[in-house]
């Protein structure tokens, strides 16, 4: 079998298409302009690629995009005011702390200070304790952009088998969460699971989140199976021919193995990650429209 590729940049592309018509609605019906703020502490390059894109996008769906950049020694109660003055500002309805913070700082502390109505990532203990009942919350970007694919591919998932490598709690249980909600037999595999390759060979539906390249092979996978690969891994791939490493962006699927036993599978780059931040452009507009009644 040759596996259906999912194609997450096109996808993406029409849920922002979506998300840029209600926020022109928003500003021709009530005179409301959505806005998403985010905060970096300090400077990691990759987050920094992150919140680029992010801030560029925002702005490409007609929202504003509100960049706080701080610096790597910020005390955790100077970025507890600034998250304080955010949650007090009419015209900031998303929230956003780009993870991981610098070890000085706790991260639980600094994302349930956020007001969870402006916590787009879903993250805060209230957000995750409504997802966790079935009640109506905030849902993590990531898993949802997987949850809207799988939906998307298969139209209803009720009933089918499935397992999520990778316990985070930005994507693994988040992701278990909503595809029980929706009605699967979930199974969440993690770095001490025992045989996890026979775990994962039972799956209808695989979801690879642990952050290690190329991880989960074809021979791991079930005839016809669905592969969602969340990995973004940079790994070398040798030279250029001026001598200067070249770089290589993987999952954690070896694409190339799983592609051929899978009935649909996501690619990196192109699946997951323009997804994660069309989820984000949908769930600021969704806190805007619920702030605005
Ligand atoms: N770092 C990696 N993924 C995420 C995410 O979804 N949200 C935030 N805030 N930080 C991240």
Redesign the pocket.
């Known amino acids: 079998m040759t596996a259906t590729v999912i194609d997450g940049k096109a996808f993406a592309a029409k849920v922002r298409g979506k998300v840029g018509e209600h926020v022109a609605r928003l500003k021709a019906d009530h005179g409301i302009t959505p806005g998403l703020a985010v905060v970096l502490v300090g400077e990691d390059p990759a987050?920094q690629v992150?919140v680029r894109s992010k801030g560029k996008m925002t702005v490409e769906v007609g929202m504003n995009s509100y960049e706080h950049k701080l610096d790597v020694n910020t005390s955790e109660a100077t970025l507890l005011k600034v998250i304080e003055e955010l949650n007090a500002d009419p015209d900031v309805h998303g929230i956003?702390?780009?993870?991981?913070l610098p070890d000085h700082l706790d991260s639980d502390l600094v994302i349930n200070a956020i007001d969870p109505a402006k916590d787009v990532?879903g993250?805060h203990v209230s957000n995750v304790g409504l997802l966790g009942t079935g009640q109506k919350s905030m849902v993590?970007?990531?898993p949802l952009g997987c949850l809207m694919m799988l939906r998307e591919h298969h139209g209803s998932i009720s009933g089918m088998n499935a397992v999520v490598i990778g316990r985070s709690n930005?994507v693994g249980k988040p992701m278990a969460q909503l595809l029980l909600n929706d009605s699967c037999t979930v199974t969440i595999a993690h770095s001490r699971t025992k045989d996890l390759q026979e775990t994962v060979k039972r799956a209808d539906i695989v979801v690879a989140a642990v952050g290690r390249p190329e991880m989960v092979t074809g021979d791991w996978i079930k005839e016809g199976a669905t592969v969602i690969d969340v990995g973004i891994n940079r790994i070398d791939a040798g030279l250029k021919d001026d001598g200067s490493p070249k770089t290589r962006l993987v999952g954690d699927v070896d694409y190339a193995s799983c592609a051929a036993v899978a009935g649909a599978i996501t690619p990196v780059p192109g699946g997951v990650g323009p997804m994660?931040i069309a989820c984000l452009l949908a769930n600021t507009v969704t806190a805007c429209s619920r702030a605005n009644g």
């Open positions: 987050s992150y956003l702390v780009q993870l991981p990532d993250f993590p970007c990531t930005i994660t």
